[in-house]
């Protein structure tokens, strides 16, 4: 089965709303990482969070190891947010082997 | 801030015909790895390398062949180009090792095999 599942799959809010999204993985992890990835456009790094909370902006990602979950919030959502938000794992023992989750879909709407 | 560098952005082939892709980074990172972006599937790695000379098969390598002649340099290499290879290709650097950092990706390169 699939190891890395995100949701939602896609996301609309209204400009100035909060988001929450959500990775969940069925395996051990040695990193995980959050991307953004702009319409047709290449992947940027957000974080690099293989535990705990970090802070960037109005973005927050928090991993919690023990219940296999990472989550992405973001406040006061722009309409320069939209695209796709991705998540990555590195799988326990594979060193160094990143595997991504399909994504999910946010449009911002002003 | 890191650099991955890929060539050509986009490439028409045809069915059977050799497809070289070309990743060069700057960013002095030991593992590199190229993937494949299609929807319904999201991103999937075909091969990866932990350094020169090194090559390792990634979820789907069947058809492609890798080659890490440098620090700097990675190809993929698709030697008979079939349709079902027609996607985005992106590559990616980061780390030493057990990634300990964040990932940096090219451009991508859109092949369309015809």
């Known amino acids: 089965g699939q190891q890395v599942q995100q949701s939602p799959a896609s996301l609309v809010l209204q400009e100035g709303e909060n988001a929450e999204l959500q990775c969940n993985f069925s395996t051990s992890l040695n990193s995980m990482q959050w991307f953004y990835q702009r319409p047709g456009g290449s992947l940027v790094s957000l974080f690099y969070?293989?535990?705990g909370t970090k802070h960037s902006g109005r973005l927050t990602s928090t991993t919690v190891i023990k219940e296999r979950r990472s989550s992405l919030h973001i406040s006061s959502s722009q309409t320069t947010d939209s695209g796709t938000y991705l998540c990555?794992?590195?799988?326990?023992?594979?060193?160094?082997?990143?595997?991504f989750g399909k994504g999910t879909k946010l449009s911002v709407k002003s | 801030e890191a650099a991955v560098t890929q060539s050509p952005r986009n490439k028409v082939a045809v069915t059977g015909g050799k497809v070289t892709l070309s990743c060069n980074q700057t960013?002095?990172?030991?593992?590199m790895y190229w993937y494949r972006q299609d929807t319904g599937h999201g991103l999937r790695l075909i091969h990866y390398?932990?350094?020169?000379?090194?090559?390792e098969k990634g979820d789907i390598p069947d058809g492609y062949k890798a080659s890490r002649p440098s620090q700097e340099n990675f190809s993929l290499i698709l030697e008979l180009a079939t349709p079902s290879q027609t996607s985005v290709y992106f590559c990616a650097s980061g780390g030493w090792g057990q990634i300990n950092e964040r990932l940096f990706f090219g451009h991508g390169t859109k092949l369309s095999v015809l």
């Open positions: 960013n002095n990172h030991n593992n």
């Open positions: 390398s932990y350094g020169a000379g090194s090559t």
């Open positions: 969070n293989p535990s």
């Open positions: 990555a794992l590195e799988r326990g023992g594979s060193n160094a082997k990143l595997t």
